[in-house]
């Protein structure tokens, strides 16, 4: 095994986590010193210190290879991991076909190699844009949410339990269509009124068909049930308000419309992710939590041209030009004064500024 050390948000720490280096004061005396074990004690310590943030050691297994990085290395390690992923999920929905439980022991397994491939390299991730070598949309689209959903728990400091717990409950989200006649599932044009009701059925039938599963964590079980609430109350199959919608359904709502919108479907193509992103921020609160949409944004990018951001700097702006995840910002407000002059900060030219918040129309 092998350390990675992470910076994770200060409100995400959970006793046991490991201090993953010294924490020192202005002095440079160490307060904190690596290896401590947080302990409830320790947390309120570290709160009372204002970090935002606090390096968390990860344990990683070790891999042949000297590093992992941006190249053609990474793509093969993936999808070898996710080659693997299929085969078992393929084994699991066939299960599902003939009414038995998947094998939880492989699914757990696999779970835990991909949170550990994105422990080492999570921008593997996110360089491999989208992953097309599949022969089932259904098979495509919960890799990726999986994907995705442990990118966006590893950012948020997730441990990895509950990165599994979460990591199970996108990769099974949608096994319910299994039970959905394919002609509904791949009509080519406009669903009618009653087969857009059988198809909200997938999250009730996933969540019933392995309810019974003791191997399968309550957290996973209600992602499945709960991923097409709206945080308004305005979605399936409970109508929940967003009080009540558990975060990792929350979270998996986000990954699905976004994975869904940018693939190509039997009845329209991929809308483009730019697109996508506004879609997403245009509801939060409707449909979406803010604070998750805020996060998955900062994750993959594609802000759009307009955007209103405010950046790490304090300055706020909005966004001329594209650019994933480093755009263009002209600058708006500094140090909470109007700025009259044409002043542009351009985010692939300033590694230390970053977006940190970003609405549609608002500043
Ligand atoms: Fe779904």
Redesign the pocket.
Known sequence: MKNICRQIPMDNIVEGMILGSNIYDNLGNVLLAEGLVFTDVLIRRVQRMGLDNVPILYQVPNTNEKKLDFGNYDKKIISETVNKTKSILVQSMNKFRLNELPNFKELKAIVDEMINLILSSDEVVLSLAKLKDFDSYLMEHSINICLLSIVFGVKAGYNKKVLQELALGALL??I??LFIPSEILRKPSKLTEQEFEIIKS??VFGYEAINNSTEIPKASLEAILY??ENEDGTGYPHKLCSKDIPDFAKIIRVI?VFDAMTSDRSYRDKICPYETVRFLLSNMGTKFDEDIVNQFVSIVGYYPTGLIVTLNSGQKGFIIRRNKRKPVVKILVDDKKIVRENHQVDLRREPSIFITNCKLNEL
Do not use: F
Request: charge should be negative; include cysteine; aromatic fraction near 0%.
């Open positions: 989200c949608d319910g269509s997938h999250s991923h097409h699905d």
